[in-house]
C-alpha cells in the first residue's frame, strides 16, 4: 500500500492561481502511475490528471488543459500540481491517488485503476 498526504489547498478567487502538493511513499509497482482527482460538492470524483512515476510524463482531463501542470521530484517522492486561471467550478476536494501502470495507459482516467489515495485537500474558487 503507497502512502500519499495531499497539502495546499486554499480558497482564491477565480483566475487566481494554486499549487497543491502530494507526498508519497514508494512502491516497486503500486505508485507506478500517480493520478489527480477532485470531487465537486453533489458531484462524483473525476480524474484530473495522471502521471507515470519514472518518467513525469502527464496527461490530463480536457477541462484542465492549459492550465494545469504536473511536475515531479523523484527525490523528494513529492508531485505538484499547479494550477491557473482557476475557475469556480475548479472548486472541490483533491485527491492524490497511486496505483499501476495501467492507470497511466488508459486514454480516460479511471479511479478504479487507482488502490492507494490520500486524504484529500479543499480547494475553493470563489467568483
Known amino acids: 500500500q503507497v502512502r500519499l498526504e495531499e497539502s495546499g489547498g486554499a480558497s482564491v478567487q477565480a483566475r487566481g492561481s494554486l499549487t497543491l502538493s502530494c507526498k508519497y511513499s514508494?512502491?516497486?509497482?503500486?505508485?507506478?502511475?500517480i493520478g489527480w482527482f477532485r470531487q465537486g460538492p453533489g458531484k462524483e470524483r473525476v480524474g484530473v490528471s495522471t502521471?507515470?512515476?519514472?518518467?513525469?510524463?502527464?496527461d490530463y482531463a480536457d477541462s484542465v488543459k492549459g492550465r494545469f501542470t504536473v511536475s515531479l521530484d523523484n527525490a523528494k517522492k513529492t508531485m505538484y500540481l499547479r494550477m491557473t486561471n482557476l475557475k469556480p467550478e475548479d472548486t472541490g476536494m483533491y485527491y492524490c491517488?497511486?496505483?499501476?501502470?495501467?492507470?497511466?495507459?488508459?486514454?480516460?482516467?479511471?479511479?478504479?485503476?487507482?488502490?492507494?489515495w490520500g486524504q484529500g485537500t479543499q480547494v475553493t474558487i470563489s467568483s
Open positions: 514508494e512502491s516497486s509497482s503500486g505508485s507506478a502511475c
Open positions: 502521471t507515470f512515476e519514472t518518467s513525469g510524463r502527464a
Open positions: 491517488a497511486a496505483g499501476s501502470v495501467v492507470g497511466c495507459l488508459r486514454p480516460y482516467i479511471s479511479a478504479g485503476d487507482f488502490s492507494s
